[in-house]
């Protein structure tokens, strides 16, 4: 019986034009799951939802939760829920989510940390899914400029399944 491959990793802090996405530390969960907010984090951040995410971090582990940076101010998170696994097909598949605090929603930052994730998934192989409520057009949006088109019908909340598939690779 063979081992199971372990996930690729994924560098600790990827970068786009106007954003940083570091991995969060020990102390950033420490923080968050106080209720509390570091240096540098924006007034309406963490939200709920980035504290659900720290209940999901592991220490090393590339495929977890980031904070979504500005300049010095952290604006939101974006990360996986867990490890990519193989999909029915056998692709390495990981499901990801992102938002953003109030206030920065409509600039374009949700749309660009997605892609510089999807850039570093690419890069590894993994294909990457999306839960979104059906109602939530800003989040539709978002998911569909980033290329996550395909749809697998709904989980069992209710929300949509986006995928996006891997890019074919030049022969």
């Known amino acids: ?19 940083r996405m570091p991995l969060w530390t020990a102390d950033d969960v420490a923080a968050i799951r106080a209720g509390g907010r570091r240096q540098g984090y924006h007034p309406d951040y963490p939200r709920p939802d980035d504290r659900d995410a720290a209940a999901l971090w592991r220490d090393g582990d590339t495929w977890g939760p980031r904070h979504v940076v500005r300049g010095v101010t952290a604006l939101g998170s974006i990360g996986f829920f867990g490890s990519p696994e193989p999909a029915a097909d056998g692709v390495l598949e990981a499901e990801v989510g992102v938002g953003l605090v109030a206030e ?4 374009g930052f949700a749309t660009e940390a997605l892609r510089g994730l999807l850039a570093l998934t690419d890069a590894a192989g993994v294909r990457v899914r999306a839960s ?4 939530h057009q800003a989040s539709l949006r978002v998911l569909a400029k980033a290329g996550l088109t395909g749809l697998r019908g709904a989980d069992e909340d209710g929300r949509l399944v986006m995928v996006r598939p891997l890019p074919v690779a030049a022969p």
């Open 104 to 107: 920065a929603r409509g600039y």
């Open 1 to 19: 019986m063979t081992s199971p491959v372990p996930p690729p990793s994924l560098p600790p802090v990827a970068v786009t034009d106007r954003l």
């Open 132 to 135: 979104v409520e059906p109602t």
